[in-house]
């Protein structure tokens, strides 16, 4: 990939203050989604966060457990970098154009590293069994609480004129806190947990905020072409 691939700007799909380009996977539209200034572990419960008034950061509520957020705006091809913390023991994801999973997941320590490792490319749901996935060369985890980062090139499904696929998704490249975790990864279909919908040539966003505590900073993502 060149630089002439890249198309336009850095666009930062958080603004730190409010919900403004986003909207939750529910039937009436409520979520708990909030900004704030800070997320220490709770002293009593690292379970939790201690929530901190003030912007920058997108966590999903006090309890932890809220529908998925996702972009107003779909993308196909592009570049991500994301920041995420975590609670003791949570869990969460980061969904390209809502079908394609990366695991985030409390996985510190872990020496078994599977799918759903954190870093993983989830597996697909067929049949109540798991197929296919692909766990991260390592494990990059941190400890609970410090904060981690994925930057991704991504590549959107391919269509032909009648609508047809013609190729998967695939993960170019994932770099979990400066490790490469994967490369050149093909995505045959949605993973687990997906928004309901066949695959399409463009998709939102989508960060899981029904599994654990879980926070989200500096979300800048660009278009990209050829990826």
Same mark, same amino acid.
């Given at each position: 990939?060149?630089?002439?691939?890249?198309?336009?700007? =850095? &666009? *930062?799909?958080?603004?730190?203050?409010?919900? %403004?380009? !986003?909207?939750? #996977?529910?039937?009436?539209?409520?979520?708990? !989604?909030?900004?704030?200034?800070? #997320?220490?572990?709770?002293?009593?419960?690292?379970?939790?966060?201690?929530?901190?008034?003030?912007?920058?950061?997108?966590?999903?509520?006090?309890?932890?457990? %809220?529908?998925?957020?996702?972009?107003?705006?779909?993308?196909?091809?592009?570049?991500? @970098?994301?920041?995420?913390?975590?609670?003791?023991?949570?869990?969460?994801?980061?969904?390209? $154009?809502? @079908?394609?999973?990366?695991?985030?997941?409390?996985? =510190?320590?872990?020496?078994?590293? &599977?799918?759903?490792?954190?870093?993983?490319?989830?597996?697909?749901?067929?049949?109540?069994? +798991?197929?296919?996935?692909?766990? /991260?060369?390592?494990?990059?985890?941190?400890?609970?609480?410090?904060?981690?980062?994925?930057?991704?090139?991504?590549?959107?499904?391919?269509?032909? +004129?009648?609508?047809? &696929?013609? +190729?998967?998704?695939?993960?170019?490249?994932?770099? !979990?806190?400066?490790?490469?975790?994967?490369?050149?990864? *093909?995505?045959?279909?949605? %993973?687990?947990?997906? $928004?309901?919908?066949?695959?399409?040539?463009?998709?939102?966003? $989508?960060?899981?905020?029904? @599994?654990? /505590?879980?926070?989200?900073? @500096?979300?800048?993502?660009?278009?990209?072409?050829?990826?």
């Amino acid at each position: 990939m060149s630089a002439s691939d890249r198309e336009g700007e =850095w &666009k *930062e799909l958080f603004n730190g203050r409010d919900l %403004t380009g !986003w909207r939750a #996977l529910s039937a009436d539209g409520r979520h708990e !989604w909030q900004a704030a200034g800070s #997320l220490p572990l709770h002293p009593e419960d690292p379970r939790r966060f201690a929530i901190g008034p003030g912007g920058g950061i997108l966590v999903n509520g006090p309890g932890g457990r %809220t529908p998925n957020l996702l972009t107003g705006a779909e993308y196909g091809d592009c570049e991500l @970098h994301i920041e995420f913390v975590m609670s003791k023991g949570s869990n969460s994801g980061v969904y390209f $154009m809502g @079908h394609y999973e990366i695991q985030v997941l409390d996985s =510190w320590g872990a020496t078994e590293l &599977k799918y759903g490792t954190c870093g993983g490319i989830y597996a697909r749901w067929i049949d109540e069994k +798991a197929v296919g996935g692909a766990p /991260p060369r390592v494990n990059a985890s941190r400890p609970p609480g410090e904060w981690q980062t994925y930057d991704v090139i991504f590549r959107a499904p391919r269509f032909d +004129a009648a609508g047809n &696929k013609v +190729a998967n998704a695939t993960f170019v490249r994932v770099v !979990w806190n400066g490790v490469v975790a994967h490369e050149d990864v *093909e995505v045959d279909g949605p %993973t687990r947990g997906a $928004m309901p919908g066949p695959e399409r040539p463009r998709g939102p966003l $989508m960060l899981q905020g029904d @599994h654990g /505590p879980v926070g989200y900073r @500096h979300i800048r993502l660009r278009e990209m072409k050829g990826a």
